[in-house]
């Protein structure tokens, strides 16, 4: 499929991630009704976790349950979208990005869009907190390391800090190591230094049905396996729910990640990870965070460049029923070759692949729909929205009833209009520069493997 065509719904037969192995009892398929209702107030499209932290602001705020005519429809079993088959992690993109930003945006704003993922991320952790879900998340507050590989992708993560700070960006959560303690202290292999900064891993799927299920038992209606299949106005004025197709052709762009389960060597399992990392090989990087629980498995994703189309091969993939042979192997060579006394081997406790929705300016588009009154949207993550989603979705509540907007949440998130009428010729352009010029910097080191 290309980015022009738009993105399929959902199909029906994914592979099944590692969280979705704890499948919720109840909710997995679950309908609130045999009929849907024919007229409500709200209705939420998706059940991910910008979805589930719609309903749970909604319906937190209307404090009589005849009134919370609110319903969810989900085109497939709950969270079952990128919020089931991520890396785990919310962890803040908090320097690398701030020379394109700067130059795109000015310094004020990239200082803004560094700074948001950290006051996200510790926002996301309290809320977490104060909803009594850390425990049943798994929540683990800990630090992010970004490990460099690549002597450019090192250079340049040094000069983007150092601009940061030149711009008088707020640093004081970022930690700068060199070779020797980022080998010892994190160990890796043929590390060229390390950036650290606070994170958390979590359990993203459990997160979302908790609040969805938290929601419920206020009022809210559920609908899984049930698409929405178009959204249109009546004639009574009212928005009529039947179909998906529409504004963000080619704008929003599907791409297809892998991830992998791996089970722990002796070593890791006796002394697992303390911190969740972040492989910097480019402009581009892998994730991965050692699970608390459970055998402490890691789970491990990217790898991107393995694929047989390298990096342009996963754009525009919105398959998530498959995962890419030449990845999962990436990935799984991954731990041998650079986890400092990881041993001889690596093998897959379960492997799955999802769909993260790219924008070429590499920013969502959170707010109402221009001309669409009434049409709400968050989506274009860009592979970082639990990183992104938590205030996002707190602004675009506070917008939606005519409240003052969190000054920490990007105004260029909101900025749906002019980045829509941005020319598609001028977008794809941006799109390929920002997700394949990645190619070079990335095939020195994966070519080691
Ligand atoms: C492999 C992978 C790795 C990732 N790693 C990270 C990471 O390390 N850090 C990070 O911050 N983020 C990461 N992400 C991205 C993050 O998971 C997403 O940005 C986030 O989960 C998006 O949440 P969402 O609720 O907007 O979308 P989703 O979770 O995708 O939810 C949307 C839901 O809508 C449903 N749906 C779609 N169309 C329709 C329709 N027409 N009718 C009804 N329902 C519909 C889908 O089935 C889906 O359940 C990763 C994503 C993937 C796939």
Request: aromatic share 8%; glycine share 8%; with cysteine.
């Amino acid at each position: 499929m290309s980015s022009h065509q738009p993105a399929p719904l959902p199909i029906a037969n994914p592979t099944s991630s590692y969280w979705m192995h704890q499948p919720h009892p109840v909710l997995e398929n679950f309908c609130s009704s045999e009929e849907l209702p024919s007229h409500v107030e709200t209705v939420i499209i998706g059940s991910g976790i910008s979805g589930a932290l719609i309903a749970h602001d909604l319906i937190s705020r209307c404090p009589n349950v005849a009134d919370k005519r609110v319903v969810m429809l989900e085109a497939r079993s709950v969270a079952s979208g990128a919020t089931g088959r991520n890396g785990g992690h919310i962890k803040p993109d908090c320097y690398k990005n701030f020379a394109s930003f700067q130059e795109r945006h000015g310094s004020e704003t990239a200082k803004t869009l560094c700074r948001y993922e950290l006051e996200n991320m510790k926002a996301s952790a309290q809320f977490i907190i104060d909803e009594g879900l850390d425990k049943a998340v798994d929540l683990v507050k800990t630090n992010a390391v970004d490990l460099f590989l690549d002597e450019k992708a090192w250079e340049d993560a040094k000069a983007a800090l150092k601009l940061q700070l030149e711009a008088g960006g707020d640093l004081s959560d970022i930690t700068v190591h060199d070779k020797a303690q980022s080998e010892e202290k994190y160990r890796f292999n043929d590390v060229l230094g390390a950036v650290s900064y606070p994170a958390c891993s979590l359990w993203p799927y459990k997160l979302a049905v908790g609040l969805i299920e938290k929601a419920m038992s206020n009022g809210l209606q559920l609908f899984t396996n049930t698409p929405a299949l178009a959204v249109s106005l009546a004639a009574n004025g009212k928005w009529q729910i039947e179909t998906s197709k529409g504004h963000f052709v080619g704008k929003i762009v599907p791409v297809k990640g892998n991830v992998v389960a791996i089970e722990p060597s002796l070593d890791f399992a006796s002394r697992p990870l303390d911190h969740t990392c972040s492989l910097q090989w480019g402009s581009d990087f892998d994730y991965m965070i050692q699970r608390p629980t459970d055998g402490n498995p890691l789970i491990f994703g990217g790898c991107d460049l393995a694929h047989p189309r390298k990096l342009t091969g996963p754009i525009g993939d919105a398959d998530d029923s498959t995962t890419t042979p030449e990845i999962v192997d990436a990935l799984l060579q991954f731990p041998v070759k650079y986890m400092r006394g990881w041993g001889n081997e690596a093998s897959a406790r379960i492997s799955w692949s999802g769909i993260m929705g790219f924008t070429a300016d590499e920013l969502p588009f959170v707010g109402e729909l221009p001309g669409r009154t009434g049409q709400f949207v968050a989506a274009g993550y860009t592979g970082h929205g639990m990183a992104r989603v938590f205030l996002a979705i707190k602004a675009l509540m506070q917008l939606a009833h005519n409240e003052a907007i969190d000054p920490r949440v990007p105004r260029v998130y909101f900025d749906i209009e002019r980045r829509l009428k941005q020319k598609d010729d001028e977008w794809e352009t941006m799109l390929e520069e920002a997700y394949s010029g990645q190619k070079e910097s990335r095939s020195v080191p994966l070519e080691r493997l």
